[in-house]
């Protein structure tokens, strides 16, 4: 792991990790670089005693002549032989000529890599989200995404294009596989490879530092890949190796959730379970319930998958013309009487309290005290820990 947790990367921020990148540059500046050698040592043979770099019977050096041929040398080994040269080869001039970035050998490359690789706009947001949802590191160092949505396979190979520049990708059906250089540019940023499930990744903090625009763009894709849009909310559930405390990332989305504005309920553990690898996992979930907070949810962060696009819009419609309106209804009328009783007398209401003062059955009150919550005139005070209650939303909104 190298952790740089930067919002943008530049080529000075890949030299703790040197012999892992490999580059290559413009014809011609090898052309000058050698000229300057030449110039100054004579020969590169006599560069390269100087140097102290490792040569044959003939008083070479291959890399440096495999170089000069066409090949990649690693990052370590550029910043030796352009040493004497600095004033010419700052990391500036090296990061405009650069014309091939990747790893030694497979793994694919970066074509033409667009320096300084930025993560504080929206494709970069997109990269980083993506990364920590439906994509991942895998353990051989590549980035990896999976969605059976096209539509979202192809927004993030476009912005892993517009953040690092020409690269080649494959394809296996819904799954999307990057060069291994991404991968480590990736590592840098703060994300580990590996499943998440078991190294519970956080959200970089840089993250938490932008716009609420950006901010939007990231939930986005956090929606799109793990969301769910159900009849009375929109849920989003994680799994993580079992501690008895919800993921890293989890609590990362509900803060940002929160910096946009929008309430959610948990995150609560809604499963424990034991897969065949025999590590116990368990399944955390975020709900977002009322209706202030959806339409909210609608309007700064949306879906960009069409059918969950569709249910939370033909939810928001019923809204409007359900018949039994909170406000029109004679029943919510009632046990909103009940409500603000209970809640003068103790300061907050339960499902319980509320079902032997009103007289109905505890299903029926919690499906008209869910209501209420969705029209906004209760809202819970404790919605991670049971008996949930309720206080009526003019005082919350009063005393907040």
Request: glycine share 6%; with cysteine; net charge positive.
């Amino acid at each position: 792991m190298y952790y740089n947790v930067n919002m943008e990367i530049r080529l000075k921020d890949l030299k703790q990790i040197g012999k892992e990148v490999y580059v290559d540059l413009e014809y011609d500046t090898k052309l000058y670089l050698r000229g300057c050698i030449k110039k100054k040592f004579s020969s590169l043979s006599n560069f390269s005693r100087k140097l102290g770099l490792p040569v044959d019977k003939f008083s070479r050096n291959n890399d440096l002549i495999h170089f000069f041929e066409g090949h990649k040398i690693s990052l370590d080994f550029l910043h030796k032989i352009i040493s004497p040269f600095r004033k010419d080869f700052n990391d500036d001039f090296i990061e405009s000529k650069l014309t091939r970035l990747g790893v030694k050998r497979r793994g694919g490359e970066i074509l033409n890599p667009k320096f300084p690789f930025k993560f504080d706009i929206k494709e970069g947001v997109r990269v980083i989200s993506s990364a920590l949802h439906d994509g991942g590191i895998s353990n051989n160092g590549r980035p990896t995404y999976k969605n059976n949505m096209k539509i979202m396979r192809k927004q993030v190979i476009d912005s892993y294009v517009k953040v690092f520049g020409d690269l080649k990708y494959g394809e296996y059906g819904p799954s999307i596989s990057f060069p291994k250089i991404t991968g480590i540019i990736l590592q840098v940023v703060g994300l580990p490879k590996g499943k998440k499930v078991m190294n519970n990744p956080k959200i970089p903090n840089f993250i938490f530092k932008l716009n609420d625009n950006l901010k939007s763009i990231f939930l986005k894709q956090a929606f799109d890949d793990e969301g769910c849009v159900r009849v009375n909310d929109i849920s989003l559930n994680l799994s993580v190796k079992a501690n008895g405390k919800p993921s890293n990332l989890i609590s990362g989305l509900k803060r940002l959730l929160q910096d946009v504005g929008i309430e959610v309920n948990g995150p609560y553990m809604i499963l424990r379970y034991i897969p065949k690898d025999n590590i116990t996992r368990e399944k955390w979930a975020l709900s977002i319930a009322s209706r202030k907070d959806l339409e909210s949810f609608h309007h700064q962060i949306g879906f960009d998958i069409q059918y969950k696009k569709i249910k939370l819009e033909n939810k928001l419609k019923s809204y409007k013309t359900n018949k039994y309106q909170a406000k029109k209804n004679k029943r919510y009328l009632e046990i909103l009487k009940s409500f603000k009783d209970l809640f003068k007398k103790n300061g907050f209401v339960t499902i319980n309290s509320l079902s032997e003062k009103s007289g109905l059955t505890y299903h029926y009150t919690k499906q008209l005290i869910w209501r209420l919550e969705r029209e906004n005139f209760v809202v819970r005070i404790n919605p991670d820990n049971c008996p949930v209650k309720f206080k009526l939303f003019e005082d919350h909104k009063k005393n907040n």
